[in-house]
T-cell receptor, first 114, second 114 residues
């Protein structure tokens, strides 16, 4: 089925560990982005990409890295996990940056840092 | 700068009654407005959008939203609520033109009681 696939669905990390959250889409969308969702905070943009080889920071980029080597994939890397990064992470993609046609979201990765 | 407010953390409504989920916004120039729905343990799904034209926008699952420029509002409505409409609803706004990235609200939890 066409859409945005995120892996893993759940992850527990120890403080200081690193990991990569995977995101892949098969809709040939140029725009991809990562959000974190925290209670009472809504969705906050971490990083985004407008095409292969092009990335930029969102509202809350500290502690996260991204790269976009292909149109399909947009992994999010946590370099040294901290408890403050406990959250639900969503990847989203769209034909356009502004989401005029709507964003397609993945089902999320629930991350707990202990 | 652009911002969106969802003044109610939770809305309770009886099944069969009309529902309204409120959204107000602030943006320079004309707005593009969006509603998304998130069911438990799922990613967000696009419901509807206002770009231009008729102030009453119809979307998926029988939902509609009314754009009111003078009140800077974009309230989500449905004439007859279903228990299955219970979910988290997000409003988003961006400035028209260019490639602005939408800003999401904090979300409103809709609970429809049988």
């Amino acid at each position: 089925n066409a859409g945005v696939t995120q892996t893993p669905k759940f992850q527990v990390l120890k403080t200081g560990q690193s990991m990569t959250l995977q995101c892949a889409q098969d809709m040939n969308h140029e725009y991809m982005s990562w959000y974190r969702q925290d209670p009472g905070m809504g969705l906050r943009l971490i990083h985004y990409s407008v095409g292969a080889g092009i990335t930029d920071q969102g509202e809350v980029p500290n502690g996260y890295n991204v790269s976009r080597s292909t149109t399909e994939d947009f992994p999010l890397r946590l370099l040294s996990a901290a408890p403050s990064q406990t959250s639900v992470y969503f990847c989203a993609s769209s034909y356009s940056t502004g989401g005029v046609y709507g964003y397609t979201f993945g089902s999320g990765t629930r991350l707990t840092v202990v | 700068a652009q911002s969106v407010a969802q003044p109610e953390d939770q809305v309770n409504v009886a099944e069969g009654n009309p529902l309204t989920v409120k959204c107000t916004y602030s943006v320079s120039g004309n707005p593009y407005l969006f509603w998304y729905v998130q069911y438990p343990n799922r990613g967000l799904q696009f419901l509807l959008k206002y770009i231009t034209g008729d102030n009453l926008v119809k979307g998926s699952y029988g939902f509609e939203a009314e754009f009111n420029k003078s009140q800077t509002s974009f309230h989500l409505k449905k004439p007859s609520a279903l228990v299955s409409d219970s979910a988290l609803y997000f409003c988003a706004v961006r400035a028209s033109g260019g490639s602005y990235i939408p800003t999401f609200g904090r979300g409103t939890s809709l609970i429809v009681h049988p």
